[in-house]
């Protein structure tokens, strides 16, 4: 008797990718990236297969009112280094979200994907608001 099962390996062809819109007001700045980066890796499709990008492209608003949890909003800080010398930088995360609100939530989802050559195409499926505003309606359907 022969074995009707086979493997399924979707194929760049044949990604379906959709919209989602996230709401990040009051929610858990680690705990959202999380469930972002699995939407933009497409780890939430049945079709799911390692090599293939079929992730999907997601919206974020209201990214300026992001939480974070026991106490950290006074303690962490955002460090980067210039390439100068002497050019070690930082910012706490109130100055963060006052300047740039998108960076907080596009770092988080950064650190939460994989290292590999897709992250680049999976970042740029990301479209991060700091207010409720964004330019994306059409393609969310009314969402």
């Known amino acids: 008797m022969k074995k009707s099962q086979k493997t399924f390996m979707q194929r760049k062809e044949d990604v379906n990718r959709e919209w989602h819109l996230v709401d990040v007001e009051g929610k858990i700045l680690g ?13 939430n499709k049945p079709t799911y297969t390692p090599h293939t990008d079929a992730g999907d492209f997601v919206v974020i608003i ?11 909003e006074e303690k962490k800080t955002y460090t980067w280094h210039t390439g100068f010398p002497g ?3 930082e910012r706490s995360f109130q100055e963060m979200i006052n300047k740039h609100p998108e960076r907080v939530i596009l770092q988080a989802v950064k650190n939460m ?4 050559k ?8 990301l479209k991060i608001y700091p207010g409720k505003e964004h330019k994306h309606e059409s393609q969310l359907g009314g969402k």
């Open 31 to 43: 705990r959202i990236a999380t469930e972002i980066a699995e939407k933009l890796i497409g780890k």
């Open 62 to 72: 209201n990214a300026r009112k992001v939480a974070l949890s026991r106490g950290k």
């Open 87 to 89: 050019g070690v930088k």
């Open 113 to 116: 994907l994989p290292k590999n």
């Open 118 to 125: 897709l992250q680049g195409e999976r970042l740029a499926r």
